[in-house]
């Protein structure tokens, strides 16, 4: 099976359409949270996600434009995009992330988590201590986390010996080698944050038991632009051309 993995989409439907044409067929799609948020376009977003989507998460992000966390804890940009993205969700797309949750087990190997199996909604997994206890928390061989934008991955070795987390390039492809375990994290499709403004996405392939982290270049100046029409604020306008 051949898996189409996103994550942190934040309402840049420029950008998830531009991975949707690239990636390929696939025979599932799943998402680790954050549809909206951000961005400009979240009824966009949340339909083509609504059509493809196999599993779905919803994240921090969805869950403040929806009301159901508080927006304080947000920063005053973040606050702000936030709202307007609330404002602007149909009834039915409200309904349908109204109904997610932020952490899934997909079967016996598989499962995931919009931000970590510890604290699903906020942690952001980025660090080998907060990997080795979280690994304590779930059973399957692989978890796949968004949330930080980041792609990276972290091992635990059969000998229980967690590798510090690494940053994944373009075109890297991990073998699911037996014994050990993994986190994932494909990056952000949105608004990547590892100072490479590519949209980035992951192919999960089960029977050749390989993760592919992809990037692709996408038209962010037709974003901005979408951006600049809603008038979102211009510090989140601007950092997407940077990757930050």
């Not at 994932?184 to 089960?206: C, E, H, K, W």
């Amino acid at each position: 099976m051949r898996v189409l993995i996103v994550s942190d989409i934040h309402s840049n439907y420029t950008a998830l359409d531009t991975v949707l044409a690239v990636a390929g067929e696939y025979d599932q799609l799943w998402n680790l949270g954050d549809t909206i948020g951000y961005g400009p376009r979240p009824n966009e977003c949340v339909l083509a996600m609504r059509a493809r989507a196999d599993l779905m998460l919803s994240g921090n992000h969805d869950l403040a434009c929806l009301g159901k966390i508080d927006l304080s804890d947000f920063n005053p940009d973040a606050r702000t995009a936030n709202i307007w993205n609330g404002k602007q969700l149909a009834d039915e797309n409200r309904t349908a992330l109204d109904t997610l949750s932020p952490q899934l087990t997909v079967d016996e190997r598989f499962m995931l988590a919009h931000g970590s199996p510890r604290e699903p909604v906020w942690e952001y997994l980025l660090s080998r201590v907060q990997a080795e206890d979280n690994f304590e928390l779930f059973t399957q061989q692989v978890c796949f986390i968004g949330h930080s934008h980041v792609p990276l991955i972290v091992r635990l070795f059969p000998s229980g010996e967690c590798e510090e987390p690494m940053l994944a390039d373009d075109d890297l492809l991990v073998d699911l080698e037996p014994g050990c375990r993994y986190f994932f994290n494909p990056g952000s499709v949105g608004q990547p944050r590892n100072q490479d403004p590519r949209a980035a996405y992951m192919i999960l392939d089960t029977e050749a038991n390989t993760v592919l982290f992809k990037r692709v270049e996408y038209d962010i100046a037709q974003t901005q632009r979408q951006m600049r029409e809603a008038r979102l604020p211009p510090a989140l306008i601007r950092r997407l051309e940077y990757g930050m």
